[in-house]
């Protein structure tokens, strides 16, 4: 197994395996480089939708999207993200996914169907450099803040893609299956033990027990930090490309810069569990 990083603070290329058939030691090897990069890549991997679900099966149990298991989906869901000229891309952004849920994902992996000719790279940034670059007045002032989330940013998002009687039926259930719930803003790695920002982005509403004004003055201070590209690094897809990501340290976000070009992403993620943050000995 070779592993060539891609960038300073996170992110290596994974060359001289086979992704289809790991055995059981070069799956807890592969595992150990995510949790180390944060982000892994397998060039040309050519994942079709059943090897994609085989694949992740190995990182973990699949989860079925929310949004589909409102919809009586009960099996692992591989959702196909489409950008192109009827639906402008939604996800340049600084994000983790789902973090209106009470237990996030653990993992996400992205296999790219459809790659545009020009752009369309996808950015990841490291959480756990980015808490670690602050000041240690600023990190024990952010330990045990905890920030609400919802998902009302993802139902603007369904209703920008066309409102119709089953988006506002499936608004109404979403908020009645996921209410608002309380996520610390520095999480501990259940794995490595080390500390991260656990960023939502839009999920995000405020900081608890902060008023609007305090709260919005910090998670700004907070954006604006993670933009530094000392934390980034930066992916240009071929088609096949598989990416595997670890959603508890990591932020992501999808340039638009190929619109109104096409481009088509497949995702499925790895069930995860409730946030925490616990002080280090």
């Known amino acids: 197994m070779d592993v060539l990083p891609v960038s300073g603070a996170l992110g290596a290329e994974i060359r001289g395996v086979d992704v289809r058939s790991l055995d059981r030691g070069q799956i807890a090897e592969v595992r150990d480089q995510l949790h180390d990069y944060e982000v892994i890549f397998f060039r040309g991997a050519r994942l079709g939708p059943e090897e994609h679900v085989a694949v992740a099966e190995s990182f973990g149990e699949v989860a079925v999207f929310p949004l589909s298991r409102l919809r009586g989906a009960t099996e692992p869901t591989l959702q196909v993200i489409s950008d192109g000229p009827e639906s402008p891309p939604e996800a340049d952004y600084w994000h983790t996914d789902v973090t209106w849920a009470a237990e996030p994902p653990k993992y996400a992996l992205l296999h790219a169907e459809v790659v545009p000719e020009r752009g369309g790279d996808t950015l990841w940034a490291s959480m756990t450099a ?3 670059a602050l000041s240690p007045t600023m990190q024990r002032l952010l330990a045990g803040l905890d920030v609400v989330h919802d998902c009302e940013s993802f139902i603007e998002g369904m209703r920008r893609k066309g409102a119709t009687f089953d988006t506002e039926l499936l608004a109404g259930r979403l908020r009645e299956a996921f209410p608002p ?20 982005g839009r999920f995000m509403r405020r900081i608890d027990g902060m008023s609007e004004e305090e709260s919005g003055a910090l998670l700004g201070l907070l954006a604006r930090h993670i933009d530094d590209p000392r934390f980034h690094c930066r992916w240009r897809w071929q088609p096949g490309d598989l990416a595997v990501w670890d959603e508890r340290s990591t932020n992501h976000r999808s340039a638009a810069d190929h619109f109104p070009q096409v481009r088509v992403v497949r995702r499925v993620e790895i069930t995860g569990d409730r946030p925490f943050f616990k002080t280090v000995a």
């Open 130 to 132: 980015a808490y670690e």
């Open 181 to 200: 719930v309380r996520h610390p803003l520095v999480r501990t790695h259940p794995e490595t033990g080390r500390h991260a920002l656990f960023l939502g």
